[in-house]
């Protein structure tokens, strides 16, 4: 009888180990592209993003082994080309950084070392102008566009503390102006950011 309840009691100690060894939380660090569509609106015929690179951080915590909570920091840099067909009004380019605060919820499933994953939520893309040569117009303001989040890809496990994740990545919000009325086309687009990185799980 003895026995037994040793026994038990040491089964119920290495469940209680394994379960807090579990990883409940992982942080990331991707590489993104950075796309957008022409957007066109109010006289602005088109805003041009050009395309670029930039880069990710995440943060997510599992509440269960299906949902999580995921806080990112995005960063990336280049230019907006803004043609406005209003009589007197020239072409425009700002040369611009853009950084991305947001919180989403994510969904995954597990198939062996396969995790696909969807993820929605909420957030703000700060555009910062830089007044160098890439900027032909002074009176430009940061602007902030708070939009939503959403996207999916897939997780594969190379061990217990390391994955890799590929990431379509979409936000919509309302295009940036600067605080410049010829720049404003009173749109809202999806910026477009895939990535691919590295997680790492604690």
């Known amino acids: ?18 379960h807090a060894q579990e990883s409940r939380q992982d942080v990331s660090a991707s590489f993104i592209g950075v796309y957008a569509p022409q957007v066109y609106g109010r006289g602005v015929e088109p805003m041009t993003t050009t395309t670029t690179g930039g880069f990710l951080g995440s943060y997510r915590y599992m ?69 160098d040569n890439g900027t032909n117009e002074l ?3 940061q602007t902030t566009s708070v939009g939503g989040l959403f996207g999916g890809g897939v997780a594969y496990e190379i061990n ?3 994955d890799v994740r590929v990431e379509y990545r979409g ?14 086309s009173s749109r809202y687009y999806v910026l477009m950011t895939p990535s691919i990185g590295v997680a790492y799980h604690f």
């Open 1 to 18: 009888m003895k026995k037994m309840m040793l026994l038990g009691a040491l089964v119920s100690c290495a469940a209680a180990v394994g």
């Open 63 to 131: 509440l269960t082994p299906r949902s999580a909570l995921e806080l990112n920091y995005g960063w990336a840099q280049n230019s907006l080309k803004f043609r406005n067909t209003s009589a007197g009004v020239p072409d425009g380019r700002v040369h611009e950084r853009q950084q991305e605060l947001s919180g989403a919820y994510v969904y995954s499933r597990t198939y062996k070392n396969y995790n696909p994953f969807l993820e929605a939520g909420i957030g703000a893309m700060i555009f910062t102008p830089i007044l």
């Open 139 to 141: 009176n430009l303001k």
């Open 160 to 162: 217990p503390s390391f």
């Open 171 to 184: 936000f919509l919000l309302k295009a940036p102006s600067f605080g410049f009325d010829p720049f404003s």
